[in-house]
């Protein structure tokens, strides 16, 4: 394609898609047949139509894994980033160009392990990120391996003896750290994960939502019905998710009852992107002109002298 | 330099914690106001209280190529400061030093010790810093420059900090002038003033200033000496330039953050040293894979590993070479001097956004944390920006493909926003559109096509990139050759020589990649004795040099002590090499620091 061929190109009236189906990207999901990938990528497709968002006000930004390979199958702008990358890769696409609507999508593994140091301070950062991490204890692509969500004891190829380290809780880490939203989906219930992700999606600050995302072949501990069992909605016990320390009790909840649903929403603290001053009444620096002014070069060169 | 011409060196010596810094400053505006040239090394250790620190600061009245290889004038502001140096200060030369703490040793001939009893001269102050400020003084008298140039200095330096001060400072100096101006001998010669002023920078700051100009308007770093300069720089002047600039949590966001900005359509720069440079590496190349331009400093220090890190040396290039996974194709230059480095950015931005690839400056300490005088118009402030085929606001034609598989191999590139352009980028090898082919079927024909077309587009955009030229007499007795910052030190050593009637030239190497082979191959075949002088032990350029042009240099010139080469250095293991045949030349590093 040259840029002849380009410019001759007829142009389209912007329109909202008509149907969800427009969301699907240019591949079909390679996921395996009951993957919970699918009913988080139908929930966020659901989710991106339901609010109107055009497919090119979207960026979905994710790592290395099974469920980062979501970009490929959404129709929307991707970015299949390195290994636990996505959330700094996405604060450096939100900062240059803060009218898209950036979304990070991974694993548990990518998120949690790798790519923990970075969760933590973007959460703290509150950059407006909704980040939606396919949670299913195990790691998935390379067939077999404990992640940090596993729980103690579990044998995998990596422990056949079974695990000895306790999992990390992504919730109470979320919360503690600064995120704003902080929600808990499960794919087995596609209507309530769709809302959870418009709400994170709605909201502004850095939303953290993990979703029980079960692996149908590599972990059989935690497969459907052990969720469909457990699950309860935060919704129907009316939590409050503006009282963080209840939430953070919820979060730890982890028996017969595990809670889904929004743990904690908190629209008191400003976002990074709402404080860069760089960024106040202004354009989004990819839009602004490049280079010095007059009177800034000379300012500048004046303070050298 | 030829003796006739003015050159002068002035190190001014103590502890970390003793404000060397702020004299240090008042003489380098002063001198470069007065239209004089400066090279200026601060010898620093990894310390926060206590330690050596030796400032030198050379001035001439022409371009002055390295720091030198003595002192005319060392201001001690520590006995041990005097014990370290004394016994290299020769004939000519002045020691002013605080007679009322440090006790001077034995001087060579010539050598004139300039006591000053601070106590009295600054009636008892209890101010720690006030012999700083008397130095000052006698140093101007002892240059033969007027009071009234140090008193403006002063008064703009310190304006800040209130009259009260200026007033302090300005009669302590005068103390300090005058008590000079009554005992000590001045230099023979003033340092001539009233020249066409010059600018001050140091080379951290001439990259930064170089991404401004370029148009860099996102810059991330994690601090790291001696990278962390630009990020001072950036941090003092971004917000009212527009430039996003992010303090991130390590090197790994620093480059992902960065490539994330620029595939949104910014320029974004980002710079570190070799140990964050190392974590920087896997991002680099999913640049790479994804295409999308952004640029890397590495500012080398000392390693491996934590290292010397207030040390220099250029030890990093084999890293630079082989950083990330895979075969892939990115630029690679390390700038000449601190002119060279302000330069080099916006070039490097043209060149990356031409071939959409990654782009890596390879800077050093020596550059990087040293202060140089510049001529303002020299510094082009609005060097051209060509984004190559960067789209914005295009119109959609309905089967956009990121990666179209063109003639030259660069693909026409959209950022994320537009409509009717929507793409997925991925670290994944993928076809024209984008889609991953290790998802679908690893498919042989389809990957073979993307690695050479991405290599196409390189080589498109490289041959653009200007050769190395062989620099002073043609068939001189020995070509030194060398890359980055010994360009200064070996033209100085290569003048030098001549004047001791060995014909030297030399060949600077600033782009590594692309490495300019037959041009390199041609500019080396006629010489009589190929010297390669590098800073680091293992010979990673005559190595690089070998493999590129299957050319072995004749012999080495080495220094990995932390410490940069002198011009002396060089001069002395030519001289070695041509007496002996010596294969490999360690200098001796003489100034303890």
């Known amino acids: 394609m040259s840029h002849a061929t380009l410019a001759t190109a007829t142009l389209e009236l912007p329109r909202t898609p008509s149907s969800v189906k427009e969301y699907r990207g240019r591949v079909e999901p390679d996921w395996c047949p009951g993957c919970g990938d699918f009913g988080v990528l139908n929930a966020l497709q659901r989710a991106c139509f339901e609010l109107g968002l055009q497919p090119h006000q979207l960026l979905i930004v994710s790592g290395i894994g099974c469920s980062s390979n979501l970009p490929g199958y959404m129709n929307a702008y991707g970015m299949h980033t390195l290994h636990g990358r996505s959330l700094p890769v996405a604060t450096g696409a939100k900062l240059a160009n803060h009218e898209l609507n950036v979304i990070c999508t991974g694993g548990d593994g990518d998120g949690y392990g790798i790519g923990g140091n970075h969760l933590m301070h973007t959460a703290r950062r509150n950059i407006d990120l909704t980040y939606i991490v396919m949670d299913n204890q195990i790691y998935g692509l390379t067939t077999g391996q404990i992640s940090p969500t596993s729980r103690f004891d579990m044998k995998t190829k990596s422990t056949p003896q079974g695990s000895l380290e306790w999992p990390l809780n992504p919730l109470t880490s979320a919360i503690m750290n600064g995120a704003t939203y902080v929600a808990r989906g499960f794919s087995g219930d596609p209507k309530h994960l769709t809302e959870l992700i418009k709400g994170g999606i709605r909201h502004r600050g850095f939303a953290l939502i993990d979703v029980f995302s079960p692996c149908v072949t590599f972990n059989l501990d935690n497969d459907y019905p052990f969720f469909k069992e ?23 909840a982890w028996g017969d009852t595990i809670y889904t649903g929004l743990f904690f929403r908190s629209t008191d603290r400003p976002t990074l992107d709402g404080l860069e001053p ?7 620096l990819a839009r602004q002109p490049l280079g010095l002014t007059a009177e800034q070069a000379k300012t500048l060169m004046k303070r050298m002298m | 330099m030829a003796k006739k011409e003015l050159d002068l060196t002035i190190a001014i010596g103590g502890a970390a914690g003793q404000g060397i810094a702020t004299p240090g400053n008042v003489l380098a505006r002063i001198f470069a106001r007065g239209g004089l040239h400066l090279y200026s090394y601060n010898a620093h250790q990894s310390i926060i209280r206590g330690g050596h620190i030796l400032l030198m600061l050379r001035v001439g009245d022409r371009e002055v190529l390295s720091h030198g290889d003595r002192i005319d004038l060392l201001v001690c502001l ?12 020769g004939e000519g030369s002045r020691i002013l030093f605080n007679s009322d703490d440090v006790v001077p040793g034995a001087t060579r001939p010539g050598a004139q010790l300039c006591p000053m009893p601070v106590k009295t001269l600054s009636g008892n102050s209890k101010n720690k810093v006030i012999q700083n400020t008397l130095s000052l003084g006698a140093t101007m008298s002892l240059l033969g420059l007027d009071f009234a140039v140090l008193e403006e200095a002063l008064g703009q330096l310190l304006a800040k900090k209130g009259e009260d001060v200026v007033r302090e400072n300005v009669t302590v100096a005068r103390a300090g002038y005058d008590h000079a101006s009554a005992h000590f001998e001045p230099f023979p010669t003033p340092l001539p003033q009233g020249k066409k002023p010059l600018a001050v920078w140091a080379g951290n700051d001439a990259l930064a200033l170089g991404g401004a100009a370029a148009g860099v308007k996102f810059y991330a770093a994690y601090p790291m000496s001696p990278a962390s300069g630009v990020l001072h720089w950036m941090a003092q002047n971004g917000r009212s330039l527009g430039i996003m600039v992010r303090q991130v949590e390590d090197e790994i966001g620093v480059a992902n953050m960065t490539i994330g900005a620029a595939h949104a359509g910014v320029r974004a720069m980002c710079a570190t040293s070799g140990g964050g440079f190392a974590l920087m590496t896997e991002a680099i190349g999913s640049a790479a894979m994804m295409e999308i331009p952004a640029v890397f400093i590495n500012v080398m220090r000392a390693g491996p590993s934590t290292g010397v890190p207030t040390k220099t040396e250029q030890g990093d290039l084999r890293q630079v070479l082989g950083a990330s996974q895979g075969d892939f194709e990115r630029f690679i230059v390390a700038p000449k001097n601190a002119l060279d480095a302000f330069d080099t950015v ?3 931005f043209n060149l990356v956004d031409r071939a959409q690839c990654p782009g890596i400056i390879l800077s050093d300490l020596l550059i990087s944390e040293g202060t140089f005088s510049v001529d303002p118009d020299a510094v082009d402030l609005h060097p051209s920006i060509d984004r190559g085929a960067l789209l914005l606001d295009p119109s959609p034609n309905g089967d ?24 997925v980028v991925a670290t994944d090898e993928h076809d024209e559109a984008g889609v991953l082919i ?6 042989p024909l ?19 990139v200007p050769a190395p030229e062989l620099e002073g007499p043609k068939n001189a007795d020995v070509t030194l050759v060398g890359f980055g910052s010994t360009y200064g030190v070996v033209k100085e050593a290569a003048l030098r020589l001549a004047e001791e009637g060995v014909s030297a030239n030399q060949l600077a190497i600033k782009w590594i990649v692309p490495f300019h082979v037959d041009a390199v191959t041609k500019a080396l075949a006629g010489a009589k004795r190929i010297v390669v002088v590098e800073n680091n032990y293992t010979g990673q350029f005559a190595q690089y040099l070998r493999g590129e042009t299957g050319i072995t240099a004749h012999a080495h010139i080495r220094k990995y002590d932390g410490e940069p080469f002198t011009p002396h250095h060089i001069v002395e293991g030519v001289r070695e090499i041509l007496a002996r045949e010596t294969a490999v030349f360690v200098p001796t590093q003489e100034v303890m620091v």
């Open chain 1, 278 to 284: 760089v960024l106040q009444n202004a354009p989004p």
């Open chain 2, 446 to 464: 389809i990957r073979r096509q993307m690695v050479e077309k991405r290599a196409r587009k390189f080589e498109t955009i490289a041959a653009d």
């Open chain 2, 346 to 348: 916006p070039e490097l």
């Open chain 2, 438 to 443: 290790s998802d679908e079927f690893t498919n």
């Open chain 1, 230 to 252: 457990r699950v309860t909605k935060l919704e129907d016990e009316g939590h409050d998710p503006s009282d963080w320390k209840t939430a953070c009790e919820k979060a730890m």
């Open chain 2, 78 to 89: 520590n006995q041990d400061t005097m014990d370290r140096h004394l016994r290299l200060m």
């Open chain 2, 400 to 423: 956009y493909h990121r990666y179209a598989d063109t003639e030259s191999g660069i693909s026409p590139r959209v950022a994320p926003g537009a409509e009717g352009f929507v793409h």
